[in-house]
């Protein structure tokens, strides 16, 4: 439903470099939220946790493959897009062996571990001046474009 109708009024209405920040931390808080799922073991808990997650995923996806895109030199999309997705793949790879060593110290660190990751790629996309959030781009000093 968010991917198929919402992202693309979202995108016109405030950019993709903003959807990447929302989406990100709506990820963020729906691992905290699954995270209490273990202090209070409760299916809904649960559900609303993923569901936050799944919204958030849903914003920054199809936004952050949009920026990959429109900030690559157009000789260089398709190399930039596979790398993209092959760093997204060592992504998927390392982060659960990563997680797992977590885990060993408590079963709830993963989760708040993986949110204090993504609240720093949140805050660091937020730092970012991306050219496609750019209206126009740079002027000259005779304030002609």
């Known amino acids: 439903m968010v991917q198929g109708g919402l992202v693309g009024r979202f995108s016109r209405l405030v950019g993709e470099g903003p959807l990447c920040v929302i989406g990100l931390f709506c990820v ?32 920054f996806q199809p936004s952050i493959s949009a920026l990959v895109s429109r900030n690559s030199p157009e000789a260089l999309q398709g190399t930039s897009l596979g790398l993209y ?16 060593l977590v885990y060993e110290n408590h079963m709830t660190l993963p989760w708040v571990v ?20 750019v209206s126009v781009g740079p002027k000259d000093h005779s304030g002609e474009v």
């Open 85 to 100: 997705q092959g760093v997204g793949t060592l992504g998927r790879v390392v982060g659960p062996v990563i997680a797992g």
């Open 114 to 133: 993986g949110a204090l990751l993504l609240v720093i790629a949140a805050i660091w996309m937020l730092r970012l001046r991306l050219p496609a959030d």
């Open 28 to 59: 963020a808080a729906g691992a905290l939220v699954t995270a209490g799922s273990a202090r209070l073991p409760l299916l809904t808990i649960l559900v609303v946790g993923g569901a936050i997650h799944a919204f958030g995923r849903s914003l």
